[in-house]
């Protein structure tokens, strides 16, 4: 997965439990993304860095924080998770710059009950 | 509202055979677009990425592109098994921009 990992790989909460999702890289890429992919809606973005220090929404931000805590590390945090957070997350990274090519890790598959 | 709009299939083509995989895409901004391929259970793959009119190929991939007609396709030439999967077209929003907008992918068989 192009020197990206996440942790966990599975996970189930209960509403209204909080959880971090991590993401790291080692391909010294800029740009960092997080993405969930639901069935039927795709991949769909969920807030952006596009260097170390910067945070940007994306389509759908509404009950997500986000940290990018150095070059190497973007974190995705649910403060109180509801039901329709269950999803398959995923980090990307990606080169500063035009072509905006991104690369994924393996995946978070979480489960809130 | 950016949009990628793909079949979503499934799409069924017999070994050795030809697949076609289509997107349409709504901004004229886009520069540049990319086919990722994805495995049931897996994260997207990057395969194949087109920025000119025209085609490029990378062994048994084609991409074309037509800015014209906002129109993006995928050729994969004698398919194999293995290529069954979801293929996700995904275009970017122009210069300056670090965002995708993903289509919601087209899932390809390939029959033995």
């Known amino acids: 997965n192009a020197g990206v990992t996440q942790t966990p790989k599975f996970q189930v909460l209960k509403t209204g439990q909080s959880m971090t999702l991590q993401c790291a890289q080692d391909?010294?890429?800029?740009?960092m993304y997080w993405y969930r992919q639901d069935p039927g809606m795709g991949l769909r973005l969920i807030y952006y860095s596009a260097s170390e220090g910067t945070t940007d929404k994306g389509e759908v931000p509404n009950g997500y924080n986000v940290s990018r805590l150095n070059k190497r590390e973007f974190s995705l945090r649910l403060e109180s998770a509801a039901p329709s957070q269950t999803s398959v997350y995923f980090c990307?990274?990606?080169?500063?710059?035009?072509?905006?090519?991104?690369?994924f890790g393996p995946g978070t598959r979480l489960t809130v009950t | 509202q950016k949009e990628v709009e793909q079949n979503s299939g499934p799409l069924s083509v017999p070994e050795g055979a030809i697949a076609s995989l289509n997107c349409t895409y709504s901004?004229?901004?886009?520069?540049?677009f990319f086919w990722y391929r994805q495995y049931s259970g897996k994260s997207p793959e990057l395969i194949m990425s087109i920025y000119s009119n025209g085609d490029k190929e990378d062994g048994r991939f084609t991409a074309q592109l037509n800015k014209a007609s906002q129109y993006v396709s995928l050729l994969i030439r004698d398919s194999q098994p293995s290529d069954s999967a979801t293929y996700l077209c995904a275009g970017d929003s122009g210069a300056g921009s670090y965002q995708l907008t993903f289509g919601k992918g087209t899932k390809l068989s390939v029959i033995p």
């Open positions: 990307a990274i990606g080169p500063t710059g035009s072509p905006h090519e991104q690369y």
């Open positions: 391909m010294n890429h800029n740009s």
């Open positions: 901004d004229r901004g886009s520069q540049s």
